[in-house]
């Protein structure tokens, strides 16, 4: 199947991203992840038009092109769990991830911030929530994120049903970003000062946070009680309990082990 080949070949760079937070997941060496675009003018201007015009691909079969509907919708589905993945990745990540953007944040980059832990952004930042322009609702993560980072399914449902433009000074507004700098390098450098502080604290009770924050969102207060009492009868016998304590009553900066 044609449509299958040209998926698998674009989809090379998520799987490589899984790969990438899936192993800082793990490495004990990392106490947090800061995550930001190479290039100067766009963090991403999101999916390449050119890749979903191609007769070809998921969203353009081959005129002459026949498959099965239920066995395309399959392999579709497949696609579509996998990509979800790649972009979940970064959630699931044990560390806490900051994302900084800057210029054009477009489409897919809406997915891959949302899931981040903090966001961060340079003033000249235009974000936007595309896929109603290309005829589809996004299905990777930003609808189900956006309306649980910023609480507000007014503005959520204003720009990605209208697929306009918001930028920096109103992502900050809505809160989906933590703090907006005047340039990209500002904001990177605002971004490794946070995770400079978030390496100074104990893994064990940073992680911890995340993950009780994560996992109690979506769920009632008393489940969301219960899940922590339950977890933290084990990772308050840390010794890191101790050492924080002894820290801050002698005003020193404490040293906590690799987790």
């Known amino acids: 199947m044609p449509f299958i080949t040209s ?4 989809f090379r760079v998520w799987l490589e991203l899984r790969s990438v937070f899936d192993r800082l997941s793990v490495d004990p060496s990392v106490r947090a992840v800061v995550f930001s675009g190479s290039g100067e003018k766009a963090f991403s201007v999101g999916i390449d038009l050119k890749w979903v015009a191609k007769e070809g691909s998921p969203f353009n079969p081959q005129p002459d092109e026949y498959v099965d509907p239920a066995r395309r919708a399959a392999a579709l589905r497949r696609f579509g769990i996998e990509f979800q993945d790649c972009i979940t990745s970064i959630e699931k990540c044990e560390k806490p991830v900051i994302c900084v953007l800057h210029g054009f944040a477009l489409g897919v980059t809406a997915d891959i ?7 961060i952004c340079s003033k000249d930042t235009i974000f936007c929530v595309k896929e109603v322009d290309l005829g589809i609702a996004s299905d990777i993560g930003i609808l189900a994120r956006l309306p649980k980072v910023v609480g507000s399914y007014t503005w959520v449902k204003h720009v990605a049903m209208t697929g306009r433009n918001f930028d920096a000074d109103e992502a900050y507004r809505v809160g989906f ?19 400079r502080t978030l390496s100074e604290k104990s893994p064990v009770a940073v992680q911890t946070v995340k993950h009780f924050l994560d996992y109690s969102r979506g769920r009632t207060v008393a489940e969301g009680l219960q899940y922590q009492l339950a977890y933290n009868t084990a990772a308050v016998q840390t010794k890191d309990v101790p050492d924080a304590i ?11 082990e690799k987790l």
């Open 177 to 195: 970003v933590a703090s907006v700098l005047p340039t990209k390098q500002d904001a990177l450098v605002e971004a490794f000062s946070v995770a």
């Open 113 to 119: 911030c949302s899931a981040a832990d903090i966001r």
């Open 7 to 10: 998926v698998l070949i674009y």
């Open 246 to 256: 002894k820290a801050l009553m002698s005003k020193k900066a404490p040293t906590f």
